[in-house]
């Protein structure tokens, strides 16, 4: 079999200290290659995103990105654009301050303002949705505020608590959960420190991940929310995963900005078919 070997970046996203926010892997390439293989390569490196770009020609757009988790493709990831960003700006010669990504999702930006990086995403819109007696039991029986559904993302619910100890202490049966919620599962609860108004988490056992330890896209779906709950228009978000990680949310129109920093880990090699 014929190989090639491919550069890699592990990117911390959403924190500036190692061993923080939400790694991702991070493959620039010359060309498309197949998306089995892109697969592969996301399911080897085992992290909840591998993203992978090439050199986009076109006027509208300075690359174009795409995300896979260890099991699909997923149209949206913020962390994974995060980490992409921050090794284009630092690692690959960019010029200038701001990056357009074409993806599924419609061109997306990441703008450098100082040592973070500024995305562009669209706003996630929810509605109101019943969730079933046994999700909430997987989650842990309390009685949510209210209940939601993304929709852009039929299966992606959204459960909203009174209390953040509830959304920081929940231990959710990762089985059940994956067996019952078909994708992902948000819970989000006040802010409960100061500088702080929203805190959430996200699971999602079904796509291989039994919870995202900070997400940009959950905060395209919590940050619109809380803002109109506030009545601001800047909202900053903690993701209570283990890791832990701040995003600051500016809400635009139908656009969320997203701010974050980002640090690297590893910068190697892989071998893959050529």
């Not at 620039?28 to 080897?44: F, R």
Request: aromatic share 8%; net charge negative.
């Amino acid at each position: 079999m014929t190989t090639q070997t491919l550069p890699i970046y592990q990117i911390d996203a959403f924190t500036d200290v190692l061993f923080a926010g939400n790694p991702a892997a991070v493959v620039p390439l010359s060309h498309w290659l197949p998306d089995d293989v892109l697969q592969k390569i996301a399911m080897e490196n085992n992290l909840s995103e591998t993203a992978f770009f090439v050199s986009n020609a076109g006027d509208e757009a300075d690359f174009h990105i795409r995300w896979f988790t260890p099991t699909v493709e997923v149209p949206l990831c913020g962390h994974a654009t995060l980490a992409s960003a921050f090794v284009i700006f630092n690692r690959l010669g960019f010029e200038g301050d701001l990056i357009k990504l074409q993806s599924q999702s419609g061109v997306l930006t990441a703008r450098r303002e100082g040592d973070a990086i500024v995305l562009n995403f669209p706003k996630q819109p929810i509605k109101g949705e019943t969730v079933s007696e046994e999700v909430l039991e997987a989650l842990g029986g309390v009685k949510p505020a209210e209940t939601f559904g993304v929709v852009s993302r039929d299966t992606d619910i959204v459960i909203v608590y009174d209390d953040a100890a509830i959304v920081r202490n929940m231990r959710p049966d990762m089985s059940a959960l994956g067996k019952l919620a078909g994708r992902g599962v948000i819970v989000t609860a006040p802010g409960d420190k100061t500088g702080l108004d929203m805190i959430s988490r996200y699971f999602l056992p079904a796509l291989g991940i039994n919870e995202d330890p900070v997400t940009g896209y959950m905060h395209c779906v919590v940050g619109p929310y809380w803002a109109e709950k506030l009545g601001q228009v800047d909202v900053v978000g903690y993701q209570a995963s283990a890791r832990g990680g701040v995003v600051a949310c500016k809400i635009d129109g139908d656009r969320v900005h997203l701010k974050g920093e980002a640090v690297q880990y590893l910068k190697g090699e892989i071998t893959v078919p050529a």
